[in-house]
């Protein structure tokens, strides 16, 4: 009897091991927080392309606005925004009149066989630039204020006007390349006779990098008047040439049909006799 009760006590079931739920731990043991893993995810084969940040001219800092005689030649659409966002009406009519004096000063006027008097030569290019001037200003405007319009613009008559009065700020500046040719001619510069030039080389040293220079300050008012008009408008400069291109046909092809009808006028008159 005694060695069967040891034989089976041997093979008694293992005494159960010790609760350890929380409940029956110490008063000082803290319980352990549980564990949160973070969701897997799965490593991409190709990592993403990269997108390089967009190139964009910085906004000027508060407090330094831009100024439309120095910042016009290489940000007109912000020089733009910041005259139509302040008072689009500023020195309109002002720009009109000096830039068609500087553009009608430029120009010579040599007749053949007429000798017109100096001071009339420049009294008469003075009112024709005033006049040019406000005619562009105003007819040019409203041509291309419907054109544009046309096009998907979004600009008024003011944004329009003010955009092609400010255009003409290049042209002022361009009108102080000719202060080194009047000291060196006088008032003989604002209607330079080409054929004693061609025999003067001093005149020509003068003349030919201001004619180079003139050229590259036209194409570059072009540039400029495409971006102004098109920011007042709200399309790009593109749509702005596109304007102006039907804006021209709008007023050469009535020109032409009344040069024709008179050529043949007067072919049938001549025809006649």
């Excluded at 549980?34 to 392309?49: A, G, H, K, L, M």
């Excluded at 720009?95 to 066989?113: H, I, K, Q, Y």
């Excluded at 008032?187 to 201001?210: E, Q, R």
């Excluded at 021209?248 to 006028?265: H, N, Q, T, Y």
Aim: proline share 13%.
């Amino acid at each position: 009897m005694e060695g069967s009760t040891a034989m089976s006590s041997d093979f008694d079931d293992p005494p159960a091991p010790p609760d350890d739920s929380p409940q029956n731990w110490p008063s000082h043991v803290a319980p352990e927080p549980p564990r949160i893993e973070p969701p897997y995810v799965p490593p991409t084969s190709t990592p993403p392309p990269y997108a390089p940040p967009p190139a964009y001219a910085p906004p000027p800092a508060p407090g330094e606005p831009l100024s439309p005689w120095v910042h016009i030649w290489t940000r007109p659409r912000a020089v733009m925004r910041q005259i139509l966002d302040t008072d689009p009406r500023r020195m309109v009519h002002r720009l009109a009149v000096l830039g068609g004096v500087s553009a009608g000063l430029s120009a010579n006027v040599n007749l053949p066989g007429i000798q017109i008097p100096l001071p009339a030569v420049i009294a008469c290019k003075l009112v024709v630039g005033v006049l040019g001037g406000l005619i562009g200003l105003y007819v040019g405007g409203g041509l291309v204020l419907m054109t544009g319009r046309w096009l998907g613009g979004r600009g008024s008559f003011v944004t329009v006007r003010s955009a092609l009065a400010w255009s003409n700020v290049p042209v002022i500046w361009a009108a102080l390349l000719w202060l080194p040719l009047f000291v060196y001619l006088g008032w003989d510069a604002f209607n330079i006779n080409k054929d004693l030039m061609l025999v003067d080389p001093i005149g020509l040293m003068l003349v030919v990098p201001l004619g180079i220079v003139t050229v590259v300050v036209v194409i570059w008012r072009i540039v400029i008047l495409c971006k102004l008009v098109g920011e007042a408008h709200g399309f790009s400069a593109w749509h702005s040439l596109g304007a102006f291109l039907i804006a021209g046909l709008i007023v050469l092809v009535p020109i032409g049909i009344m040069i024709g009808m008179f050529a043949l006028l007067g072919l049938a008159l001549l025809g006649s006799n």
